[in-house]
């Protein structure tokens, strides 16, 4: 199998578990907007989900396997199976002895890190109380998407995707458990999500157990407690954590700046971007994930024409998919927004402000995703000081204009300033790849870019003028909304479809075969 093929299937197995995992997340949340609605509440469980649910994707989505793939698929390249399988059960051990460490401290330090978090609710000594509360009892969740993001680095490399891309799905459904069977009948109704999230981290971490084993592990059998792979993995680990998730860390810097904003900003914030995440998730996170084994295994056998030519066809794949997505999340944002959460507590105003954050978001799509990539090469050729040092400007640069913006845009500003530094660490991530590794065939990726933007301008459009017809401004019932919505989407992606074939675009063509090929094979 090429390595297209390769990156292509994985990236299908990753985003079509991603895809429903994504589905139940916005069930998730509709259930939580419907229950809670925006205020004390709704923020504190937010504001204090931010610290798991950013280690989640520290680590879940790539900080881990970032630093342990390139390292394991240089022992089961050289020494073997058995050589690989020896460092994969001493990075277990030895993961587990300090996760249960880090969630002892977060335990007893919630406090302090609810205030650095959240400054902004030291004014409100009951929003405060219970933000920490919640922190202590979601803590403990570090220990297992510690150990489920091990077991994805070390499935992946020896080519399974299935049971690390499904477990989020566990937790969604975990949570969406809580609120109707946990938190009716608890005296602070809220409490029953920290318990969800929990009961999801378990179920993740047994989900991972069956398909470890079908590869041949044996989780108990003796080995060195600290094998030599382990300090390589450990010198990559601290940049790769930054580097590789300056877009999680710029959203929790917008919710640390939100909370001196008015009440409900946070919770805004944090819908508009679980928004944003669907894409990213389906399309940037599920293709990094894929090409990252790849990527490893090219710079294993020094083989850097393979490696140059298997990231640029990965850039171009991305861009085809998030551009679209792009388009039509501006687009029909309102009624996303509307279909999906405005319901019970969550009122048409909480939409209207909702909408304004996923617009700023939505523009800095591209760069999210294409950041995944570049990143990921960086990681495959183990460097990872590099995208440290980025990221870091990225960061520096949220923050200056995160204060700048959110005055006269409020949370909009903040969402704004989020894009707007991934597209200054995207440049300065392109621009250091070249230098290291030469020409990287920027045309095609432009012409391949270029002739997705047009495609997408047509299918917006399109849709622009779908929407006009088919969803109404106000008063609608909701089936007539969601039929409306509907028809939009689908129109979109055949208009987009027919454009892609017609200016025969290579991405195109290539998903195309796979999915002729995969028919062919049943």
């Known amino acids: ?76 390249a050289i020494d073997g199976k058995d050589e690989a399988f020896r460092l994969a059960r001493s990075a277990l051990w030895v993961l587990s002895i300090i996760l249960v460490v880090i969630s002892l401290g977060g335990i007893l330090l919630s406090p302090l890190i609810v205030k650095i978090i959240a400054p902004g609710f030291i004014d409100s000594p009951e929003k405060l109380s219970l933000t920490i509360t919640l922190t202590r009892i979601m803590f403990p969740y570090i220990f297992f998407i510690g150990l489920v993001a091990l077991c994805m680095g070390i499935l992946n490399v020896f080519g399974h995707f299935a049971a690390p891309a499904l477990a989020p799905v566990l937790l969604n459904l975990a949570i969406i458990f809580s609120v109707f069977f946990l938190c009716p009948h608890l005296a602070r109704p809220v409490l029953g999500l920290a ?65 001196f904003l008015p009440e409900g900003s946070v919770t805004v914030l944090y819908f508009a971007d679980r928004l944003v ?34 990231f640029g066809y990965a850039v171009r794949l991305t861009l085809f998919m998030t551009i679209p997505s ?68 990225s960061i520096l640069a949220n923050i200056v204009l995160g204060i700048i913006l959110m005055k006269p845009l409020a949370h909009a500003g903040l969402a704004l300033a989020t894009s707007l530094a991934s597209v200054l660490n995207l440049t300065l991530l392109i621009y250091a790849l070249r230098k290291k590794l030469g020409s990287l065939g920027w045309r095609g990726i432009a012409q391949s870019a270029l002739k997705t933007l047009g495609s997408a301008a047509v299918m917006g459009a399109t849709v622009w003028v779908a929407a006009r017809v088919l969803i109404p401004a106000d008063g609608v019932a909701f089936i007539t909304l969601l039929a409306g919505l509907l028809v939009c989407v689908v129109a979109g992606l055949a208009v987009f479809g027919i454009c892609s074939y017609g200016i025969k675009s290579p991405e195109f063509a290539s998903m195309l075969a796979e999915i002729k090929m995969g028919i062919n094979r049943k």
Request: glycine share 8%; hydrophobic share 55%.
């Open 277 to 310: 995440q669907f894409p990213l998730g389906i399309f940037a996170i599920a293709a990094a994930t894929a090409v990252l084994p790849s990527l490893s295994r090219q710079a294993a056998l020094k083989n850097l024409v393979a490696l140059k030519d298997t």
């Open 1 to 76: 199998m090429s390595e297209k093929s390769r990156v292509i299937k994985a990236a299908g197995v990753v985003g079509a578990a991603t895809l429903l995992s994504r589905i139940l997340g916005f069930i998730r949340d509709a259930v939580i907007a419907w229950y809670f609605g925006v205020g004390q509440n709704s923020d504190a469980f937010i504001a204090a989900f931010r610290i798991p649910n950013l280690l989640r994707k520290l680590l879940g989505e790539g900080s881990i396997s970032n630093a342990f793939v390139p390292i394991l698929t240089d022992y089961l």
């Open 195 to 259: 318990v969800g999230v929990i009961i999801g981290g378990i179920l993740q971490l047994l989900l991972q157990l069956p398909a470890m084993t079908g590869k041949g592990f044996n989780f108990w059998q003796k080995t060195k407690i600290f094998h030599p792979g382990l300090k390589k993995m450990s010198r990559l680990m601290p940049p790769v954590i930054l580097g590789g998730a300056v877009y999680q860390v710029n959203v929790l810097v917008g919710t640390l700046l939100g909370s």
């Open 326 to 393: 792009m388009v039509g999340l501006i687009i029909l944002r309102e009624p996303i927004i509307t279909v999906l959460f405005q319901r019970g507590e969550f009122s048409l105003q909480a939409t209207l402000l909702t909408a304004q954050a996923l617009l700023y978001y939505a523009v800095g799509l591209w760069a999210f995703s294409a950041v995944r990539i570049v990143a990921a090469t960086f990681f495959a050729l183990k460097d990872t000081r590099t995208p440290m040092i980025m990221a870091t400007a």
